[in-house]
């Protein structure tokens, strides 16, 4: 069963739904989907899809909610990225899902490792662009989960001006101990890097460009597993994409789960950051809160608009009145394979670590 969030802050006495100055959003739209290209600078176009409310006004204004990563938009991601997508155009935002240059139907030479500079000062560029659209408000958020968690933490550090808030899942900024490469030292490069390696050889959906001039650039890229393995250890390579936590000043709501790798992440931004933070975490693995293989579920999607609603429409929903943290404390159980939801009870923090916590020697 996937509970409201909002019941979960009920049961907490903390502020809900009800006690807000303004409701979420309603889904007040239709939902109409555009694909179209994003010019960069150095003249590479990156494919973007548009998830817009249909049935606005000629004159209505709307912000923009931007993923990016290079997991094929035009096929792989596409039913979940609607799913997902579709919520919150329901509700007046136009979301954009972009690939990284080089990666399914954008074009360009794949970038030479994973958040490279390239891909950042793209990120840039697509912030700019959706910020100058006719149909926008001037207001960019960013979110994501995973990959696009980790780059919607790296724009955050930049702090571009049209960068209003962000809301990233399952994200890290320690790339080389809480990401997939080098969890806690030891080499995890598998399946997933192989896949990475290959997949720039596989152009945009439906239509596959066979021709040289397209696939050359592509096939002839260094594979990253190579360049990984040249740093096992610590260092500048895995430290250069990323800034600290302290330079954050853009509003940052995040999700993580106990059993994901990158839960680390957000004690420390607790800890280190000085901008408004939202933090939510649960008991789930590498996934939504909604769709997880263990739980409880929760329905965070309408948090997720109050969140959007106050940072980017404006609206006073009551959010810088919540806690900074609500976390799922899980309780022993007996090991049991068959298990779908944990014992365990929610619980809320204004500060990390709490004023109760102590440390213990083992």
Known sequence: MIRPLASVLVLLATVTMADAVEPPSPPTYGVRMENTWIPMKDGVRLAVTLYMPHGAKPDEKFPAILEYNPYRKDDAMAAGDYALYSYFAHRGYVCARVDIRGFGTSEGVPTDREYSEQEQIDGLQIITWLAHQSWSNGNVGMMGISWSGFNSLQMAMRNPPELKAILAVDATAELFHDDIHYIDGMVHIDEWELNMDMAPGMTGAPDYTLDEKVLDPRFDAPPWTLLYFKHQHDGPFWR???????????????????QDGYRDSIPDMLMQTKAPIKALVGPWNHTYPHNGDFGPLIEWREEAVRWWDYWLKGRDTGVLNDPRLLIYVQHWHSPDVTLKSGPGEWRHEDSWPPPEARNSTL
């Open 240 to 258: 250069s994409p990323v800034r600290p936590y302290s330079e954050i000043k853009v509003p940052s709501f995040l999700i993580g789960g106990l």
